[in-house]
């Protein structure tokens, strides 16, 4: 049995070992002994002619309705649509995650020093709003 490096067996090795004609009956592989080949059963001859009716139920079949191909028309103009609007919508919710990063970066780099810079309003707005709990 071949093993690969890996451990297993095999099995594409299994089948190129025993052509077409050969067989095995336990541990013993044995040549087919040749039989006599049966004459091909000879095929019913079509018919060449095709009625009309096949042929315009043939030809409907391969065409599509104008009504049908407006409908796919819409839905994939609606599909196309509605990605490039979640595209959209997630390149501003990604803005927006980085204006909010970069706005929690500059409180950190902020020092009480830079709070006392700030004009007095806004520091009582701020004093007002963390008292109320409000945002």
Do not use: W
């Amino acid at each position: 049995m071949a093993r690969r490096a890996d451990g297993r067996v095999n099995s594409t090795d299994r089948t190129k070992r025993y052509t077409p004609d050969t067989f095995e009956d336990g541990s013993a592989v044995r040549r087919l002994a040749a039989q006599p080949q049966e004459a091909p059963k000879e095929a019913r001859p079509l018919k060449s002619g095709v009625s009309s009716q096949t042929r315009r139920n043939r030809a409907r079949a391969t065409q599509i309705s104008a009504g049908y191909a407006v409908f796919l028309a819409i839905v994939c103009t609606l599909c196309i649509a509605a990605c490039v609007a979640y595209v959209k919508l997630q390149t501003v919710v990604t803005t927006q995650a980085e204006d909010i990063t970069s706005k929690e970066k500059e409180l950190r780099i902020m020092t009480p020093i830079t709070i006392q810079r700030l004009p007095p309003k806004i520091l009582r707005q701020s004093k007002k709003q963390h008292r109320t709990g409000s945002a």
